[in-house]
């Protein structure tokens, strides 16, 4: 499931990711900023404890006037009530409480509880004597200044505000490199074939990445590399074709100048154009080859039998007798294809042979079962061909002067033949036998066609 649509699945492990985290982080962060402001800050809690040394100070020292007279000290010092008082909560003082204050002490307080945000005054805080907390305590009102939660409005807008719009501009980022970089790439690529330059090829991180992205990548790089191919062939073969026709246009230019007699002129004339004629059927169909992508009907064929057709037409063509020609493939090898272009490619193999054979030389036809497929090769006794050339061979317009003696042809023939086996799903390459050159195709295996009728006829 995870490998169907990875980019929906990273984004989505991205976005929950993300949800989690700022989850986790707002319980954890606003747990410890709640703790921060509400309890007192240690700075705050170690002055509060001196406040209370020095009230058990003041009544050790001076009794009832020394708790005076330091209460009248404290009160210049911090705002709010200050008393000190004994385990029973009078006071060690002269002042005397009243019915508010005393219903104030029965909510008193320590330096180490929570202190509630809730009421308007601030909390009055039971701070014991630190040497003998049973004789007495300091209570006092919460001083403003030490109050928690000074910079609570600031950390709210910290915590609800800055903190995850970081994160979120982290998010915006992430998605941005996932999402946006490559498909700008794919613009620019996009761009660049417009301004033809077909060469332009996208990063290999976007094109190594494992999503939906990647894939898109690695098509425009195919799509990219198909037309450059494409247009680099059609440039070539358009040269290529210029440079052929231009050979016998100048014997027509020759012969349109010469004095010779008419029934030689038309037969010059007619030659050459039978030439030329034949040059642009074959450009034609090697330019129809490369741009038709038509699914081809295919059928099953009895190699046997075709050999045995276009052996009859070659010897009429070339004047061989049927014996030089010798089919040793078995009436079992039946191929899966289609008949007019099989029959087409292995003419063109077979003149192949014949123009590069001797002049007594002998041209074979063998073949074995391999698995799903048949191993076909047509063999002749030329001089064969150097090891380098033996794929330059399939390519247009190639003739390799004074490796292999014959004439005539526009090197057009090997290149017709394979690219109609590769239309039928085979394969076709060139090898040395040590006799000849070995012309070796690959095409799928099927069963006679009288055997698959049979159990319907029975």
Not at 48 to 64: I, K, T, V
Not at 109 to 133: A, E, I, Y
Not at 160 to 169: D, E, K, Y
Request: net charge neutral.
């Amino acid at each position: 499931m995870l490998d169907r649509h990875p980019l929906f699945w990273k984004l989505s492990i991205l976005l929950v990711g993300f949800c989690l985290l700022m989850i986790g982080l707002s319980y954890t962060w606003g747990r410890h900023m709640e703790h921060q402001n509400a309890f007192l800050s240690e700075p705050a809690r170690q002055l509060l404890r001196s406040y209370a040394a020095q009230a058990e100070q003041a009544w050790r020292g001076g009794g009832h006037a020394g708790v005076d007279r330091w209460l009248a000290q404290m009160r210049q010092r911090e705002q709010g009530w200050i008393g000190v008082l004994d385990s029973e909560l009078r006071p060690l003082g002269s002042d005397a409480l009243d019915s508010v204050q005393l219903q104030r002490l029965t909510r008193l307080r320590g330096v180490d509880w929570p202190m509630s945000r809730r009421s308007v005054d601030q909390p009055w805080l039971r701070l014991p004597f630190p040497d003998n907390p049973g004789q007495g305590m300091l209570v006092m009102q919460l001083p403003e200044r030490l109050a928690p939660g000074q910079y609570r409005l600031f950390w709210r807008i910290v915590t609800n505000g800055i903190i995850p719009g970081l994160f979120t501009l982290l998010l915006c980022v992430g998605l941005y490199r996932m999402l946006i970089v490559p498909l700008n790439q794919l613009r620019e690529q996009a761009n660049a074939w417009r301004a033809d330059q077909l060469s332009a090829r996208l990063d290999r991180r976007t094109i190594n990445r494992r999503d939906e992205l990647g894939e898109l990548a690695r098509a425009f790089d195919q799509m990219a590399e198909r037309l450059q191919g494409t247009v680099a062939a059609q440039q070539q073969l358009l040269r290529d074709l210029s440079h052929e026709m231009r050979t016998p246009l100048s014997r027509l230019r020759v012969a349109c100048d010469s004095e010779l007699d008419i029934t030689r002129l038309r037969e010059r004339l007619g030659r050459e154009v039978d030439g030329m004629q034949q040059l642009v059927e074959n450009a034609l169909q090697l330019a129809w080859q490369d741009t038709e992508r038509a699914p081809m009907h295919l059928e099953a064929i009895q190699f046997q039998a075709l050999w045995d057709m276009l052996v009859e037409d070659a010897c009429f063509e070339s004047g061989w007798a049927s014996e030089r020609l010798r089919c040793d493939l078995p009436p079992s090898c039946w191929v899966e294809g289609n008949l007019d272009h099989l029959a087409q490619a292995l003419e063109n193999l077979l003149r192949n042979a014949i123009r590069h054979s001797p002049a007594e030389g002998l041209i074979r036809l063998g073949g074995q079962r391999e698995g799903e497929y048949w191993k076909i090769w047509l063999e002749d006794q030329g001089s064969g061909v150097a090891d380098r050339d033996l794929e330059r061979i399939f390519a247009p317009f190639t003739r390799l002067d004074g490796s292999r003696p014959g004439d005539g042809g526009f090197g057009l023939g090997l290149s017709i033949a394979r690219g109609a086996i590769q239309r039928q799903g085979g394969t076709l390459w060139a090898e040395n036998s040590g006799s000849g050159l070995r012309l070796c195709m690959y095409l799928r295996a099927c069963e006679p066609v009288l055997k698959r009728i049979a159990p319907g006829i029975a």
